[in-house]
């Protein structure tokens, strides 16, 4: 079963589907300057501003909800789920202080359910979805109904009901077609996904063209990137090798592209500070205004010594990341090969909740596969297969047991 999951958060973010009818014009700018940030990968830049809109004392309790939610978005573009949560949570609290009790609990039911589908958490994504259905999504605004919609379609699908899946696609698609067409991939993407386990390839092929016409209409890259993924994996299933490893080369060209623009970002907000440093030297008459340039540029020296000491922690995070990763690929090879005194395997694979995905992960970590091979294999990218090593890892509870029978 193909669920791009990566991609499809990023995607889910793109959107930000919360822009309910009430919201204050100061949280559209503050939401506008966070969009425009986010898409240039300053993600400090964004926690940074919707964290002084939050610490102001003017700000009321429904501002600093949709404030909260706008961090919750910038972490999910991270990854970072306990953050994503936590800042939910915060956003809840404040919404409920407010005068808008039903439509806050609505609309944190919907992004809680889209962290548990990102996190393939699908019954508790279900359980919350049918609590909104059960109220007929009210409160939900257009796009976040067809997200939760598409969702429900995507359940459907994996429990191969593919008449009512295509019913919620549909009906997911009708809504993003006369409020946002932009993201409109997303959908196309898991029906492209249905119709090849369906074995219907000409309307697989017939779908992805049309949702790729999509992408370049509106310049959606991360929409491009995740169509082609969904490519690679369909027609490798299919045989059809040829057209699998030429999606596989689009999709891996254009990920890097897209990495590569995120480190250009990151350098861009300590080189952005640097320049409203000279403008303001520039600007002003150091005799007149020396107080308060010494007091800006020290505020500005100080935060591109935050931004650095960020720079400096993210580097060595990375690098225990990596670090951490070829510990949870030794353990699960060293664990996944013990053998009883019979010569049997002492580890039942059954016993835990993997996914079909993760079991071929696991035999090929067992065969001495490095991350570069297994992703080759498997025709995904080396960091699908870390995020899967991960939950393999957890699902064993290796780190607690000193052996596995």
Not at 143 to 170: C, F, P, R
Not at 299 to 310: D, G, I, K, R
Request: glycine letters at 2%.
């Amino acid at each position: 079963m193909i669920l791009p999951k990566i991609y499809y958060c990023l995607f889910l973010f793109l959107s930000i589907s919360f822009r309910v009818f009430a919201q204050p014009e100061s949280i559209k700018q503050l939401e506008k300057e966070v969009v425009a940030n986010n898409d240039n990968s300053k993600y400090v830049e964004s926690i940074v501003l919707i964290s002084k809109f939050i610490d102001n004392p003017s700000t009321t309790p429904y501002e600093r909800y949709h404030a909260y939610l706008l961090k919750s978005y910038t972490y999910k573009r991270l990854y970072d789920y306990t953050h994503v949560e936590q800042n939910l949570n915060f956003a809840l609290k404040e919404g409920l202080n407010s005068e808008h009790k039903n439509e806050v609990m609505s609309n944190i039911r919907a992004e809680k359910s889209f962290a548990y589908f990102d996190t393939h958490q699908y019954e508790k994504a279900l359980l919350v979805m049918n609590e909104l259905k059960k109220d007929n999504y009210a409160y939900l605004p257009p796009t976040t109904k067809a997200w939760v919609i598409m969702q429900e379609g995507y359940i459907y699908m994996l429990h191969k009901n593919y008449s009512e899946a295509e019913k919620k696609y549909d009906g997911a698609i009708a809504i993003l077609e006369k409020e946002e067409p932009s993201n409109l991939p997303n959908v196309y993407g898991k029906k492209i996904e249905m119709y090849h386990i369906m074995k219907l390839y000409d309307k697989r092929n017939e779908l992805f063209e049309k949702a790729l016409a999509n992408t370049k209409k509106y310049h959606k890259i991360k929409y491009e990137i995740y169509l082609y993924e969904v490519l690679a994996k369909a027609c490798k299933k299919s045989g059809d090798y040829d057209r699998a490893m030429q999606a596989q080369k689009k999709f891996d060209s254009l990920g890097e592209y897209y990495d590569s623009n995120n480190n250009l970002g990151k350098i861009g907000i300590v080189e952005n500070k640097l320049e409203i440093e000279k403008r303001i030297l520039n600007e002003k008459e150091h005799k007149k205004y020396g107080r308060i340039l010494y007091v800006v540029i020290f505020s500005l020296a100080a935060l591109l010594l935050l931004l650095y000491m960020l720079y400096k922690a993210n580097k060595a995070k990375r690098k225990a990341a990596e670090n951490e990763n070829k510990k949870i690929y030794s353990e699960i090879e060293k664990y996944t090969k013990q053998l009883d005194e019979k010569g049997n395997s002492t580890l039942d694979i059954s016993q835990y909740n993997l996914t079909e995905r993760q079991i071929e992960i696991i035999e090929l970590v067992k065969k001495g596969k490095s991350n570069k091979e297994i992703a080759a294999q498997l025709y995904i990218s080396e960091n699908t297969v870390k995020y899967h090593l991960k939950i393999i890892y957890t699902q064993l509870n290796i780190s607690h047991r000193s052996f596995i029978k």
